[in-house]
């Protein structure tokens, strides 16, 4: 079993539509989580960083962790077709510099 | 110059060629990180350095060599490289063991 999950895509969506995109981990050590988007042929770029349990908000964009599933979620809203790229997650025990990251889910928003 | 640079953007070497990716960064931060990408896997990680020591080395093959003469900068020194070794070569860095922020990367194709 690998140690972060995420669905690859790619999932389409219509313009404005509420995106919600998901990985689970098999780690409960696991406490810091990241979301990146990335765009074809370019560097990620960091969106959310949260600890822990709970929502963060910035944007459009909230962060959601359940430690208790071990499932985090990324929300788009009003999504718009420069939302289209492949979005990230990233996540870490505490003590060590060594993130897993997912295989990222390539995301489609349709005008 | 801003955030996280690296150069070439791209390069093409045949197998027995000797080049290196640098990467600087102007975030005043104290870890740097080497990562390879490749399509439909996760991102790899490669090499850590905090203040210029190694902390990580996940178990690389030999013709990848790492520098990192300071804080700022991180080098990552080619030779004798594979076609499966073809890849988006990408380099972060974070303040201890915060959030990475990425490079837009150095795709690398070897011949």
């Known amino acids: 079993q690998k140690e972060v999950e995420q669905d690859p895509g790619p999932l389409s969506v219509p313009e404005g539509a509420i995106v919600s995109l998901n990985c689970t981990y098999s780690n409960s050590a696991f406490q810091y989580f990241m979301w990146y988007r990335q765009y074809s042929r370019k560097g990620p770029e960091l969106l959310m960083y949260?600890?822990?349990?709970g929502n963060k908000e910035d944007g459009r964009f909230t962060a959601q962790v359940d430690k208790s599933s071990k499932y985090i979620s990324l929300f788009i809203r009003d999504s718009q077709p420069s939302d289209s790229a492949t979005y990230l997650c990233a996540m870490s025990p505490p003590g060590t510099y060594k993130y897993i990251f997912g295989t990222g889910t390539r995301l489609k928003v349709l005008a | 110059e801003t955030g996280v640079t690296q150069t070439p953007r791209h390069l093409v070497m045949g197998m027995t060629n000797k080049k290196s990716l640098k990467c600087e960064q102007h975030l005043g931060h104290n870890a740097m990180y080497w990562y390879k990408q490749s399509a439909k896997k996760p991102l790899e990680l490669m090499f850590v350095y905090n203040f210029k020591e190694q902390t990580e080395n996940n178990s690389v093959p030999s013709r990848f060599s790492p520098e990192c003469p300071n804080s700022s900068h991180l080098f990552l020194h080619l030779h004798t490289l594979q076609p499966e070794d073809s890849a988006l070569y990408l380099c972060?860095?974070?303040?201890?063991?915060?959030?990475?922020?990425f490079g837009p990367g150095t795709r690398l194709t070897v011949l």
């Open positions: 972060a860095s974070s303040q201890e063991m915060g959030e990475q922020f």
């Open positions: 949260t600890y822990s349990s």
